[in-house]
């Protein structure tokens, strides 16, 4: 969706259950992610080459176990 953007920041709404595969990869000036309780899925590569992105997310969320998997910077929102 915003693969290879200069987007910076993104806050998803609640009625988001799946981040597509590669969806914010290469994006270099992605920052923040404010993910919603509501993802129960997020694709392969989804957050590739974000070296600064930090995700907002509810602690114990499938976004927050998913960030621990991938080792990405998390806190909650």
Partial sequence: AF???A???????DTVQTVG????????????VTLP???????YGAFDGCKTLTLYCPTNSYAARYADGFGLKHTEP
């Fill in 7 to 13: 987007v910076i920041s993104v806050i998803l709404p």
């Fill in 21 to 32: 595969w590669f969806a914010f990869a290469d994006c270099a000036a992605l920052t923040t």
């Fill in 3 to 5: 693969r290879g953007t």
């Fill in 37 to 43: 309780a509501s993802v129960e899925s997020i694709g």
